[in-house]
C-alpha cells in the first residue's frame, strides 16, 4: 500500500499548489483482487479487462476513456519519490516521458531512446495523435510501446514529445536507481545505481550527458541541468 498513498500524494500536492482538480480511473482485470486499492482510491472510473491484455491496448483503453481531460498513466505499483512529486507539472504541453531510457545495443552507445511504460503525461490535444500510434503498434504486433518514440516523431512534430528530466536511466527501476520512483518489491538503493551505471555505462559518465533529439547524439549536459545524484542518493532510504 506504500505505492498507493505516494499516488494520493501526488494527487493533494497538484490541487494545492495548481488548484487543479485529479480524478483517478482505476483499469484493473479483476475487481475483488483490488478492491482494497479501489477504496482508498475512489476512482471517478473503474475499467474492468476481460483477461490479461497487451501493454499497448491497456494504454489505448486509458486514452479513449478520457479524451477532454488531460492524463497521467501510472502503474498503480510505482512508489513515487518526492522529488518526482515536486517536479511534476500539470501544466505541461508536451507528451511527457520521465527521463531517458536508452537501449545501449553496443559499445559505441548508439542513442536509442524508448518510451517507458511505467508512465508518462499526454496533454489532451495530443490525446488523439498519441492514440494513433498504439493503434499502429497493436496492428503490427508490437509487445509494449518502447518503439513509440520513434513511430510518433515518424508521423508527427518531434516537438511534441519531451522528457521531465534530461537524465538517461535504466527503463526498469528493478535494474537501477533513478529520482523518480521505484517499484515496489525491488531495490532503489545506492548499491543498484552504482552496479547499473558499471555495468552499462562503464565507458563514460552519464551523469553528465544527454541526448540531443534533433542531432540525435549524446552532448554535454548544461550545468543548470546538471542534477546532485549523490545528495539525492545518499539521502534516500533503501526500500524493499
Not at 208 to 218: A, F, G, N, S
Request: hydrophobic share 35%.
Amino acid at each position: 500500500m506504500a505505492a498507493t498513498h505516494t499516488h494520493i500524494k501526488l494527487k493533494e500536492h497538484i490541487e494545492k499548489k495548481y488548484d487543479i482538480n485529479v480524478c483517478f480511473h482505476f483499469h484493473v482485470y479483476d475487481l475483488d483482487l483490488n478492491e482494497q486499492l479501489i477504496n482508498i482510491y475512489n476512482p471517478d472510473k473503474i475499467v474492468k479487462y476481460p483477461s490479461l491484455t497487451g501493454q499497448n491496448k491497456q494504454r489505448l483503453s486509458v486514452l479513449k476513456t478520457v479524451s477532454d481531460d488531460d492524463i497521467f498513466i501510472l502503474r498503480v505499483d510505482l512508489h513515487l519519490k518526492d522529488y518526482f512529486i515536486e517536479l511534476f507539472d500539470p501544466r505541461w504541453k508536451q507528451i511527457m516521458i520521465p527521463y531517458m531510457h536508452m537501449n545501449i545495443k553496443d559499445k559505441s552507445m548508439t542513442p536509442s531512446p524508448h518510451f517507458t511504460d511505467f508512465m508518462y503525461f499526454v496533454p489532451r490535444h495530443l490525446i488523439q495523435s498519441l492514440s494513433d500510434i498504439h493503434v499502429e503498434l497493436i496492428e503490427k504486433k508490437f509487445p509494449n510501446g518502447h518503439p513509440l518514440y520513434w513511430k510518433y516523431i515518424e508521423r508527427y512534430s518531434i516537438d511534441d514529445i519531451h522528457w521531465m528530466i534530461p537524465n538517461i536511466f535504466s527503463g526498469c527501476p528493478n535494474r537501477g536507481w533513478n529520482p523518480f520512483f521505484f517499484l515496489c518489491g525491488s531495490f532503489g538503493s545506492r548499491d543498484v545505481y552504482e552496479g547499473f551505471f558499471d555495468r552499462l555505462y562503464k565507458y563514460t559518465d552519464m551523469t553528465k550527458i544527454t541526448y540531443c533529439k534533433y542531432t540525435q547524439k549524446y552532448v554535454t549536459l548544461e550545468e543548470n541541468e546538471k542534477i546532485d545524484f549523490e545528495t539525492l542518493i545518499k539521502n534516500e532510504k533503501v526500500y524493499v
